[in-house]
């Protein structure tokens, strides 16, 4: 059964502070993982990764694949307040159009 | 420029009762989904479609009805509504399944939270 676990469930953290949020996942035909980040409304797009070894960048927020070992990294550098929020890794599978949704990690970071 | 939307935003119903839940966009895409998104579950797809008049399962699709007679509509049904329904539905579209990040991004509507009493 394909399955997509993140750890850790929760974080809380100080502004300023930098934070890995993990995503290891399972499935058949990997075709491409997938980052969300979700306040109290619906999950916007992050990053899109395909091919392991390559970081994505977006302002602090960078992120990289390992396809040998199964997972992929989030990094937030410089943590804001505004950077609190659920983080939601998604990893989709060749020949078919689903999604498989980890559970997400909540990130609270205290001013 | 609406992009995507979905109604009703809240929803209480009983037990038994009929539901349908509304999602539209504006862009054309391809394919739309619906997921339901419970504590301890994260998001889980319920079904999907890839054009008007093709719809597919996704991991919980018991209970529930779908239809895409257009390609900006994709209402979910709640046959006849249980308690264990009781969630947050969102529904997202994207262009298509693959080729890329603009291809394959997921634009999710604000979703509707529903009670089943």
């Known amino acids: 059964e394909d399955k997509v676990v993140q750890s850790p469930l929760s974080l809380v953290v100080h502004e300023g502070d930098t934070v890995t949020l993990n995503c290891s996942y399972e499935v058949t035909n990997f075709r491409s993982l997938l980052w969300y980040k979700q306040e109290k409304k619906a999950p916007t797009f992050l990053f899109m990764l395909?091919?392991?070894?390559i970081e994505k960048k977006s302002g602090r927020l960078s992120s990289i694949l390992d396809k040998k070992e199964l997972f992929s990294i989030l990094n937030i550098t410089a943590t804001q307040t505004g950077d609190s929020a659920v983080y939601l890794c998604a990893v989709s599978t060749s020949g078919t159009y689903k999604y498989i949704f980890g559970t997400g990690t909540r990130l609270k970071v205290l001013a | 420029d609406a992009g995507i939307t979905q109604s009703p935003r809240y929803k209480i119903t009983e037990t038994g009762r009929q539901v349908t839940l509304m999602c539209h966009q504006t862009?054309?895409?391809?394919?739309m989904f619906w997921y339901r998104q419970d504590l301890g579950h994260g998001l889980r797809l319920i079904y999907y479609?890839?054009?008007?008049?093709?719809?597919d399962k996704g991991e919980v699709p018991d209970g529930y009805v779908v239809s895409r007679s257009k390609t900006e509509n994709f209402p979910l049904t709640l046959e006849s509504a249980t308690r264990s329904q009781t969630s947050v539905y969102f529904c997202a579209s994207s262009l298509l399944a693959g080729g890329g990040v603009r291809q394959e991004t997921q634009y999710f509507g604000p979703g509707t939270r529903l009670l089943v009493l």
């Open positions: 862009w054309s895409h391809s394919y």
């Open positions: 395909t091919s392991s070894g």
């Open positions: 479609s890839a054009a008007a008049d093709i719809t």
